[in-house]
């Protein structure tokens, strides 16, 4: 699976943005999709996951009520909506890939997925 990331820029503190990630290249695949983002000088951080059908959405606890995490497999999509966005929010967007498998794994873990695209670049002004 190839994944690639796009709808990063610059924003000023309080606004949206919507990411969205396209997914190609293993037809009839079946995958779980995660966001992730890394400031500078900092780990990698768990933003948000959804399961295969989209049935189950979770949200990291710096994000939650503020970011969406959404699917259209029919476009092989993953969207992720930003709202009242702040410059702690600044950093770069990743999204990753795991085949569903059938096993339990952690979501907010970015060793649990096979797949990552580019990530794309937010910059939130104050």
């Known amino acids: 699976v190839q994944l690639q990331a796009s709808g990063g820029g610059l924003v000023q503190a309080g606004d949206s943005l919507t990411l969205s990630c396209a997914a190609s290249?293993?037809?009839?695949?079946?995958?779980?999709t995660g966001w992730f983002r890394q400031a500078p000088g900092r780990e990698r951080e768990f933003v948000a996951a959804i399961t295969w059908r989209g049935g189950n959405r979770y949200h990291g606890a710096s994000v939650r009520g503020r970011f969406f995490i959404s699917r259209d497999n029919t476009k092989n999509t993953v969207a992720l909506r930003m709202n009242s966005l702040k410059p702690e929010d600044t950093a770069v967007y990743y999204c990753?890939?795991?085949?569903?498998?059938?096993?339990?794994?952690?979501?907010?873990?970015?060793?649990?997925?096979?797949?990552w695209g580019r990530g794309t670049l937010v910059t939130v002004s104050s």
């Open positions: 290249g293993r037809a009839g695949s079946r995958y779980a």
């Open positions: 990753a890939a795991r085949d569903v498998n059938g096993d339990n794994y952690d979501y907010t873990s970015p060793g649990s997925y096979d797949f």
